[in-house]
């Protein structure tokens, strides 16, 4: 998939990442449960070590969003880690594969790049829930994989005062 904004080459990860002020002002986001890890961090880990066996980061799930061309638009996956949104992935690409059990799944083909955001509270949920722009939480930085978090308990008591 290229267009003017955005060029995707999969076997090594090539991506042009475009700035808030050239996404489309018709994008929609993502927000999902994070299963597997506990932390920003353990999501790096996890998805550099499968960046190196596939050559990309993708995310599968069993029902395909209705929203498809709003979220390859400039959209992202939002992460829940134990009740706070802390990070996000623009959604590069969708795909639809199929499962060992011959169920098709739709596959979201992820920027690997990890933003931190403002730390959001999200009551549990299952599947994924839509979350238009100016409900998303801000970026805060680029995660990088030196830097120490915050421990969940902290970050929990600083966004309710509203300091993170």
């Known amino acids: 998939m290229q267009t003017e904004n ?22 929609v986001n993502l927000v999902k449960l994070c299963v597997g890890a506990t932390t920003v961090s353990e999501l790096y880990y996890s998805q550099q070590r499968r960046l190196e066996t596939t050559g990309f980061v993708s995310h599968v799930t069993r029902m395909w969003p209705k929203r498809e061309k709003e979220l390859v638009s400039g959209g992202s996956i939002y992460w829940v880690f134990r009740g706070l949104i802390l990070a996000r992935q623009e959604i590069v690409e969708m795909k639809e594969i199929l499962g060992q059990d011959k169920i098709r799944r739709c596959s979201l083909i992820l920027n690997h790049e990890i933003f931190r955001t403002e730390p959001r509270p999200k009551k549990p949920f299952q599947g994924w829930r839509y979350l238009t722009p100016e409900h998303a939480p801000k970026d805060i930085c680029k995660f990088q994989s030196e830097e120490t978090e915050i421990p969940y308990h902290m970050q929990l008591e600083l966004s309710k005062l509203g300091v993170l």
Do not use: D, I
Request: glycine fraction near 10%.
């Open 6 to 27: 955005k060029a995707l080459s999969l076997g090594h990860q090539r991506l042009v990442v475009r700035g808030p002020e050239a996404m489309s002002a018709e994008y």
